[in-house]
């Protein structure tokens, strides 16, 4: 079974910078992209970055030259470095990825449970 599990969240003042880890475990093929959304309270699940096979990454505007996207060598950890912390990055955030399986061999999307970020002002 496939899971993936978050670290790293926790309260940090604004300004300030936390590391967020995602690590993907279990029986899959291959990893076409890992990615990191967040969910703020009353609002829609968004994303946040994205890393797909190639290495290349994709970031939302309100994120752009703060957070960072990572992955290990073997390419089945994910990382989330965030600076520049504000309290609009207050959310759970959501490690995903779209794995591919001997059951889904054009590849599923996996969720972990979530990490909570408070950023306080």
């Known amino acids: 079974q496939v899971q993936l599990v978050e670290s790293g969240g926790g309260l940090v003042q604004a300004g300030g910078s936390l590391r967020l880890s995602c690590a993907a475990s279990?029986?899959?093929?291959?990893?076409?992209?890992m990615a990191w959304y967040r969910q703020a309270p009353g609002k829609q699940r968004e994303l946040v970055a994205r890393?797909?096979?190639?290495?290349?990454?994709t970031y939302a505007d309100s994120v752009k030259g703060r957070f960072i996207i990572s992955r290990d060598n073997a390419k089945t950890t994910e990382y989330l470095q965030m600076n520049s912390l504000e309290p609009e990055d207050t959310a759970v955030y959501y490690c995903?990825?779209?794995?591919?399986?001997?059951?889904?061999?054009?590849?599923?999307?996996?969720w972990g449970k979530g990490t909570l970020v408070t950023v306080s002002s």
């Open positions: 279990g029986r899959f093929l291959s990893i076409n992209y």
């Open positions: 995903n990825a779209h794995l591919v399986t001997v059951e889904y061999l054009r590849g599923k999307d996996y």
């Open positions: 890393i797909n096979t190639g290495g290349s990454t």
